[in-house]
């Protein structure tokens, strides 16, 4: 199939595949024959004098329904310190060896990193400055949280620390809806936290998802209602994916009409669109909308996108340095995280195995990645490309290039820069699937096979 009938077809038939957020996804990793050095990658991320660091928090209080993210959720006691005890570990190590430059961006993801206390929060904090003392004057600090994960202690300690950017999946804002997702606590918990977060922070992110059993077109306009009243200055709007392994997946196998269908999941995103713009924010992505002016909302995306290296810290996380996509040891079956997470704690770092599992991009992944976040971010520029790879954007990806023109999905802003349109802004899961390399189509396939 051509490039032009594989979009015409997968548009007709509502399809819905996972958003692309990175490329490539974890599901291309595989193990090592020999760990990674700190040698191999030093010399691939000497193209930036910057550094993204994304540290991993793998706790939850519980698993929701959907969710196959590397975490546990038995992490009382030493479980949690000692995981927090070897991180600020390898922050000084990583330290020695990327410690001289500026750092662009921290994220703290998970699991749940707002379950930490506030005395493990400064004790990171400590060893960050100590280790990475270069701050990018835009450096921007986020954590992900929950709504029953925090109170307004640890917040207010947390903005001291220097976070001003708050992630906190809300999901749904209807109490049954809540309770299918496998959140066990009350929409007053939600309404409190999310002014919590309001009061003190300049920059907050909420997180909504559709597709969830019982959810409606009405009950999620109303969910998105409810929470833009609160004015948050980003959205972001996922569709659930119903993975293998998840409890999601068993529900929809029973019930199959509580849940709603790919191409209503579409009606509700034009939905969503609608509203979102009547409300002014701006749409940057598939998912996110935000209402900051002449800025991303998200600039840990944008700074991976110009090509500076992420150290990610803690088990599993992800690093990207140049051609090495790698992490520590993993696991999706959820009864396997906890002996890797304690594994992790136990090992001292070691510089002649900083990671098992990964891949090393080619050159054409590399420009396949470029093409694939530069379309996400709309700021794929012919000239950008053409300095970075010294070739020809239209000449690498022609019938591509072409076939999202003819139909729509692209603009050419001043004759440089392909943006998505705002269809293809509606499409880009399946147009992100049309420039995976032919290699990393395969891994994939491999993966979804197992
Ligand atoms: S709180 Fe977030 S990371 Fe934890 S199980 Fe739920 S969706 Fe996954």
Redesign the pocket.
Same mark, same amino acid.
Do not use: A, H, I, M
């Given at each position: 199939m051509d490039r032009l009938d594989f979009l015409r077809t997968n548009i007709a038939n509502n399809e819905l595949p996972t958003y692309v957020y990175g490329y490539p996804s974890k599901r291309a990793y595989r193990a090592f024959s020999q760990p990674l050095r700190i040698t191999d990658v030093v010399e691939q991320a000497d193209r930036s004098k910057q550094i993204n660091i994304y540290i991993h928090i793998p706790f939850? &209080?519980? &698993?929701?329904t959907?969710?196959? $993210?590397f $975490?546990t959720?038995r992490h009382g006691g030493e479980t949690g310190e000692s995981y927090v005890a070897r991180l600020v570990e390898h922050i000084a190590r990583y330290g020695e060896y990327f410690g001289d430059r500026e750092v662009a961006s921290i994220y703290f993801g998970?699991?749940?990193p707002t379950l930490l206390t506030q005395h493990q929060f400064g004790a990171l904090f400590a060893a960050l400055d100590a280790a990475f003392p270069k701050r990018s004057r835009r450096c921007e600090t986020t954590v992900?949280s929950?709504p029953d #994960?925090f109170d307004n202690n640890l917040l207010d300690c947390l903005k001291a620390l220097g976070v001003d950017r708050m992630s906190m999946?809300i999901?749904s804002m209807e109490p049954g809806e809540l309770a299918h #997702?496998? &959140?066990p606590y009350s929409l007053q918990t939600a309404k409190a936290a999310i002014n919590a977060l309001i009061a003190r922070f300049s920059h907050v992110n909420l997180d909504l998802i559709y597709g969830l059993r019982g959810q409606t077109r009405d009950s999620l306009i109303s969910s998105l209602g409810r929470v833009l009243d609160y004015e948050p200055q980003t959205l972001s709007l996922y569709p659930v994916v119903v993975r293998p392994m998840t409890s999601i997946t068993m529900s929809k196998a029973h019930n199959p009409e509580l849940f709603l269908s790919e191409a209503e999941k579409y009606e509700v995103y034009d939905q969503n669109v609608a509203l979102m713009a009547s409300k002014g924010y701006r749409q940057e992505s598939f998912t996110r909308f935000t209402r900051i002016a002449g800025d991303h909302a998200y600039r840990q995306e944008v700074s991976d996108f110009k090509g500076t290296p992420l150290l990610g810290l803690g088990a599993g996380a992800r690093s990207y340095f140049g051609q090495y996509h790698c992490s520590t040891d993993y696991a999706v079956a959820s009864s396997a995280a906890s002996p890797i997470i304690n594994a992790f704690s136990a090992r001292p770092f070691d510089p002649d195995a900083i990671a098992s599992h990964g891949i090393r991009l080619t050159q054409e992944d590399l420009r396949c990645r470029y093409v694939l976040l530069g379309l996400t971010l709309s700021a794929l520029s012919r000239s950008n490309y053409a300095a970075e790879f010294g070739r020809a954007l239209a000449a690498d990806f022609s019938e591509e290039l072409e076939a999202l023109e003819s139909l729509q999905l692209v603009n050419l802003a001043e004759g440089d820069a392909y943006q998505l349109t705002r269809t293809g802004f509606k499409y880009s899961s399946i147009i992100a699937r049309m420039f995976y390399s032919a290699r990393m189509a395969a891994l994939e396939q491999q993966y979804q096979a197992a």
């Open positions: 939850c &209080r519980y &698993r929701c959907y969710c196959t $993210l $975490l959720t998970g699991g749940t992900e929950t #994960s999946g999901q #997702s496998g &959140r």
